[in-house]
């Protein structure tokens, strides 16, 4: 049983080996037919089997990125191309690792040594020998990568300041792809292609899945400069390396070196992140977000909003009630936070002091805040509706059923009366608020302010035909 175990495993090893050495074929004649579309799909084909079957020869491999770079750039895909370029660098620029299979007695080549360890822990293998690449084909390609990089950044910087977020997002994708490309990958420039795609509803998607692609691998944005004063010009210039610039000062061409970091970006890129899940409706990935963000920014107030208003939307109530809840419990509320566990109760006829006492905290910290002024009046009022029921009951013309009219129509009024200086700030605020305009006209009807409730409904009709 064991041998056949290992004859079929050989047999399915050397299928998978004719099979990529065949697309390999297929791409390098695609090439030479100048078929530039196939020439891509063979060469995705064959490196998607590099893990099934590690036999190729780095060199190999940098030769099939070479020609889909360069028939995706015939294609006017700079993305593909630079994706391609980007495994070609890897290839020709860092060290590979490679091991003998005595099993099947061909050479295994590895990118990382720790790739190489697994399987040599695992098989009869030979050791394992640490191999550096040389850039043949890199080289050919690198001149005209440093100006498309450059072109592209700054294609993306001008339409960025345009306001062509489309045309921005997609310029800074190919300058981060030609950045991983010249072996300087620099994820800053997909934070950008993210942010801008958020701008538009086209990309809007795209731009979450770049977000959450550089929250899954930590990204914080921190940019480490280098620079120093030229002694020649008494300028401030910058370095690539600090050990570039730590040479010039030693040698006495540059003095006074500065190491800074640029302010982390991490709490800001969250913010978009749970912003993007929020304006996308994937409230179940927003949530996920949400939570770890608050992991590690427990007191950012929007993501906390948005937490709740995601909660809230996707009809999980409970949860939303409880953030809302821990929220004013422990302090940290905001005036949205007070405003909405208010409404909540309110609306589920809820402990009335509690009500009032959350309105009232969301006008203590934001006083401009319409809708709670808006609410808490509504709430003062909502008693009327059993002195009404009363009045109604009471429109004889007996002694007792006067009395019983006039305590009512007196009590309803005190709630109106109460009510009113509420109302009157919220117009203050927003005075061509429909709904406010109408509750404010009865109000003053109400009360007898009869110059009012003519004040008013003159604004209403204006309103109302504009």
Same mark, same amino acid.
């Given at each position: 049983?064991?041998?056949?175990?290992?004859?079929?495993?050989?047999?399915?090893?050397?299928?998978?080996?004719f099979?990529?050495?065949?697309?390999?074929?297929?791409?390098?004649?695609?090439?030479?037919?100048?078929?530039?579309?196939?020439?891509?799909?063979?060469?995705?084909?064959a490196?998607?089997?590099?893990?099934?079957?590690?036999?190729?020869?780095?060199?190999?491999?940098?030769?099939?990125?070479?020609i889909?770079?360069?028939?995706?750039?015939k294609?006017?895909?700079?993305?593909?191309?630079?994706?391609?370029?980007?495994?070609?660098?890897?290839?020709?620029?860092?060290?590979?690792?490679?091991?003998?299979?005595?099993?099947?007695g061909?050479?295994?080549?590895?990118?990382?040594?720790?790739?190489?360890?697994?399987?040599?822990e695992?098989?009869?293998?030979?050791?394992i020998?640490?191999?550096?690449?040389?850039?043949?084909?890199?080289?050919?390609v690198?001149?005209?990568?440093?100006?498309?990089?450059?072109?592209?950044?700054?294609?993306?910087?001008q339409?960025?300041?345009?306001?062509?977020?489309?045309?921005?997002?997609?310029?800074?994708?190919?300058?981060?792809?030609?950045?991983?490309?010249?072996?300087?990958?620099?994820?800053?420039?997909?934070?950008?292609?993210?942010?801008?795609?958020?701008?538009?509803?086209?990309?809007?998607?795209d731009?979450?899945?770049k977000?959450?692609?550089?929250?899954?691998?930590?990204?914080?944005?921190v940019?480490?400069?280098?620079?120093?004063?030229?002694?020649?010009?008494?300028?401030?210039?910058?370095?690539?390396?600090?050990?570039?610039?730590?040479?010039?000062?030693?040698?006495?061409?540059?003095?006074?070196?500065?190491?800074?970091?640029?302010?982390?970006?991490?709490?800001?890129?969250?913010?978009?992140?749970?912003?993007?899940?929020?304006?996308?409706?994937?409230?179940?990935?927003?949530?996920?977000?949400?939570? +770890? $963000?608050?992991?590690?920014? &427990?007191? %950012?107030?929007?993501?906390?909003?948005? !937490?709740?208003?995601m #909660?809230?939307?996707? @009809?999980?109530?409970?949860?939303?009630?409880?953030?809302?809840?821990?929220k004013?419990?422990?302090?940290?509320?905001?005036?949205?936070?007070?405003?909405?566990?208010?409404?909540?109760?309110?609306?589920?006829?809820g402990?009335?002091?509690?009500?009032?006492?959350?309105?009232?905290?969301?006008?203590?910290?934001?006083?401009?805040?319409?809708?709670?002024?808006?609410?808490?009046?509504?709430?003062?009022?909502?008693?009327?509706?059993?002195?009404?029921?009363?009045?109604n009951?009471?429109?004889?013309?007996?002694?007792?059923?006067?009395?019983?009219?006039?305590?009512?129509?007196?009590?309803?009024?005190?709630?109106y009366?109460?009510?009113?200086?509420?109302?009157? +700030? $919220?117009?203050?605020l927003? &005075?061509? %608020?429909?709904?406010?305009?109408?509750? !404010?006209?009865?109000? #003053?009807?109400?009360? @007898?302010?009869?110059?009012?409730?003519?004040?008013?409904?003159?604004?209403?009709?204006?309103?109302?035909?504009?």
């Open positions: 049983m064991k041998k056949l175990t290992l004859s079929l495993g050989f047999a399915f090893f050397s299928l998978s080996l099979a990529q050495q065949a697309e390999i074929d297929a791409a390098n004649n695609a090439f030479k037919n100048n078929d530039f579309k196939a020439t891509i799909e063979y060469a995705d084909q490196l998607a089997l590099l893990k099934e079957n590690p036999t190729i020869e780095p060199s190999a491999i940098a030769q099939l990125c070479y889909a770079g360069q028939a995706a750039e294609r006017g895909d700079m993305n593909k191309a630079s994706n391609f370029y980007s495994q070609l660098s890897r290839a020709e620029t860092k060290p590979y690792f490679e091991t003998k299979n005595r099993d099947t061909k050479v295994e080549y590895y990118l990382y040594q720790s790739l190489a360890e697994k399987a040599v695992k098989g009869n293998y030979s050791k020998k640490r191999k550096n690449p040389s850039a043949n084909y890199l080289n050919k690198l001149p005209d990568l440093t100006q498309k990089a450059s072109d592209a950044l700054q294609a993306a910087s339409a960025f300041d345009k306001k062509d977020y489309e045309t921005a997002s997609r310029k800074f994708g190919e300058t981060y792809g030609l950045s991983r490309a010249l072996g300087n990958e620099n994820k800053l420039y997909l934070y950008y292609a993210a942010l801008a795609g958020l701008q538009t509803d086209k990309l809007k998607k731009g979450v899945r977000l959450q692609f550089l929250a899954d691998r930590d990204f914080d944005g940019q480490t400069s280098y620079t120093a004063v030229s002694i020649a010009t008494g300028d401030r210039v910058a370095f690539r390396t600090k050990k570039e610039m730590d040479n010039q000062v030693k040698i006495g061409l540059a003095r006074d070196p500065k190491v800074e970091q640029s302010k982390s970006l991490e709490e800001e890129l969250y913010n978009y992140l749970v912003y993007g899940y929020y304006q996308t409706e994937d409230y179940e990935k927003g949530v996920e977000a949400a939570k +770890k $963000a608050l992991e590690k920014f &427990p007191n %950012n107030d929007n993501i906390n909003q948005l !937490l709740s208003s #909660y809230y939307k996707s @009809g999980n109530v409970d949860e939303f009630i409880g953030v809302l809840q821990r004013v419990d422990s302090g940290t509320g905001t005036a949205v936070d007070y405003f909405n566990l208010g409404k909540i109760l309110d609306d589920s006829n402990e009335p002091e509690k009500i009032r006492e959350y309105y009232e905290k969301a006008i203590e910290l934001d006083p401009n805040m319409t809708n709670a002024y808006l609410n808490l009046s509504l709430f003062i009022i909502k008693p009327e509706m059993e002195y009404v029921e009363m009045m009951k009471n429109r004889g013309s007996s002694a007792k059923e006067k009395k019983i009219y006039n305590e009512n129509a007196a009590k309803r009024k005190a709630l009366q109460e009510a009113l200086p509420h109302l009157e +700030k $919220a117009y203050n927003e &005075p061509k %608020n429909i709904t406010l305009i109408k509750v !404010l006209q009865d109000t #003053y009807d109400i009360l @007898g302010k009869d110059d009012k409730f003519l004040e008013m409904k003159k604004k209403l009709e204006s309103l109302s035909t504009n």
